[in-house]
């Protein structure tokens, strides 16, 4: 299977065998190193670049099969643009172009930590390990038919060369508990349902005490005492029992009040009696994506030792038509004490996060909670796959998402709420009704998720256009993303961590 390679660092030294990548400006200058690498080939990369017409402008590269002079089995050059323009995204997408540029087959790569001005930092060198990692991701575990060429070695391994290799351990190893919980997310959202139900989900979801983070997983029964009719009457029509996950990671002062992450968990939402039509239902498998992103990201803090206290809860349910299942017209009570009518059984997610918002606004007392859910088609059609809908009831918290979202790549646009919205979510029969028409149907299921988070500081993120289906990137080949923990991992280390 195509496990990514083993990616370590060594000191700069021109490898004997195995494919070398370096990097190269749009003057094609090499930093010192690479040009010590590459001396024993003379001119044959100006002449190479020359007859390919590359120029090493950023996101260009050439490839040099048996370079002669070279003792390794292909040369790659990538082109960076202006070093000092570098960010540290653009750093990890080096990574993952290095790394596509060396074939799975290859048993060895080697990629100079270096760019026209000098030796990367620590951290650059890092990031860019980090953007391989990322960019090796396969979900494959289900081919059991694979063609030489498209297996990796076992053993392979990527090195990447650095002045000091002391400094870039030390900086990747937070990088590589991110980069993990990135995988988690992946591995879950790409997971089919016959799979991944809601007992396995939460099983996997408990595998995170193992980087001591507490895990409480909630039954059906435990859940009724509580209240939490709103997600059980989305699970009700399944033969898969619903459960809630509840994880802990306190890495920050005892007593202080802990940030929270809620996901939702639907393992398959065929819509219910409300039945979606056939045609890709199959990716409402990923409609867990929520709950595989906090589960991913609370590996990542506790992976990491992040100096904070969060609480991780996600909501598992499958969303079926049964004999059993709930009905348009039922009327559920929420663990809020507020009634839903349902109209439409396949507005699910609303129902489960409200259940699960209340319980860790009420419980934890949060200094704030995000949710993330795959909500809505409609904001697929409002923002396509670039940004997930970002709707918040505090504009600090708005300001520091969208900020996150700049730095990581992950990022989010503000959507409206606001009191004029609530009438198309008012019932002739109870609270409220659980849709509100066509119109501005991400925003009037935002409203929604609202009446249940009180007055704590709250941002909802529609992530159905940016969870899964996503076009393949630098940094990513597979249909599951695992949007949101790079994202969400910034916004803790940025602004809700103790200073080291
Ligand atoms: N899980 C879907 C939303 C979704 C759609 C996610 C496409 C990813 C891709 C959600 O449960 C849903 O069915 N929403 C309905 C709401 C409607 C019935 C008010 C929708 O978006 O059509
Ligand atoms: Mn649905
Ligand atoms: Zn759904």
């Given at each position: 299977m195509t496990d990514a390679p083993k990616i370590g660092f060594a000191p700069f030294a021109a490898p004997a065998k195995g494919a070398l990548v370096v990097f190269c400006d749009d003057a094609l200058t090499f930093g010192p190193q690479t040009r010590k690498a590459l001396?024993?080939?003379?001119?044959l990369v100006a002449r190479a670049a020359k007859a390919e017409r590359f120029t090493g402008k950023s996101g260009s590269s050439l490839t040099l099969p048996v370079p002669a002079g070279l003792k390794v089995t292909r040369l790659v050059v990538i082109g960076t643009g202006k070093p000092a323009k570098l960010t540290p995204q653009d750093f990890l997408k080096l990574g993952g172009t290095a790394l596509s540029k060396v074939?799975?087959?290859?048993?060895q790569a080697t990629v100079f930590a270096e760019t026209a001005a000098g030796a990367m930092t620590a951290q650059q060198a890092a990031d860019v390990a980090t953007g391989a990692r990322l960019r090796a991701y396969a979900f494959d575990r289900y081919k059991t038919k694979k063609k030489d060429d498209d297996k990796r070695p076992a053993g392979a391994t990527l090195t990447v060369a650095v002045s000091d290799v002391a400094a870039a351990n030390k900086a990747l190893a937070p990088n590589a508990a991110i980069a993990e919980g990135v995988v988690i997310a992946r591995d879950l959202v790409n997971e089919p349902a016959n799979v991944l139900y809601p007992e396995e989900f939460a099983r996997r979801a408990s595998k995170l005490r193992k980087v001591g983070v507490d895990v409480d997983v909630l039954d059906v029964k435990q859940m009724r005492k509580l209240g939490m009719n709103a997600l059980l009457g989305v699970g009700q029509g399944s033969v898969r029992d619903s459960r809630l996950v509840v994880m802990r990671w306190n890495g920050g002062k005892k007593g202080e009040k802990p940030v929270a992450f809620i996901g939702k968990g639907v393992c398959f939402d065929t819509g219910g009696i409300s039945i979606k039509p056939a045609g890709g239902m199959e990716d409402m498998k990923g409609d867990m994506a929520g709950a595989a992103c906090v589960v991913g990201l609370m590996h990542a803090l506790a992976a990491r030792k992040a100096k904070v206290n969060v609480v991780g809860a996600i909501g598992l349910v499958e969303n079926m038509p049964d004999g059993n299942a709930q009905r348009p017209g039922d009327i559920v009570t929420s663990m809020s004490g507020q009634t839903i009518e349902i109209i439409n059984t396949d507005a699910e997610g609303r129902l489960v996060l409200a259940d699960v918002l209340w319980y860790v606004a009420k419980k934890h007392k949060p200094k704030f909670m995000v949710d993330l859910a795959t909500l809505t088609g409609a904001i697929l059609v409002a923002l396509g796959v670039e940004y997930a809908g970002m709707f918040s009831n505090d504009d600090r918290l708005a300001e520091r998402l969208t900020a996150a979202g700049q730095v990581t790549g992950e990022r989010v646009w503000r959507m409206p709420l606001g009191p004029e919205y609530d009438k198309q979510i008012d019932s002739q029969f109870a609270d409220m009704k659980n849709t509100g028409g066509r119109n501005g149907g991400s925003i009037t299921a935002a409203q929604f998720l609202q009446r249940f988070v009180d007055d704590t500081s709250w941002a909802h993120l529609d992530i159905a256009g940016t969870a899964m289906g996503v076009p393949a990137s630098d940094l990513n080949r597979s249909w599951g993303s695992g949007y949101g923990v790079r994202l969400l991992n910034r916004l803790v280390a940025d602004h809700y961590e103790a200073k080291r």
């Open positions: 001396a024993p080939s003379g001119d074939p799975v087959a290859e048993a």
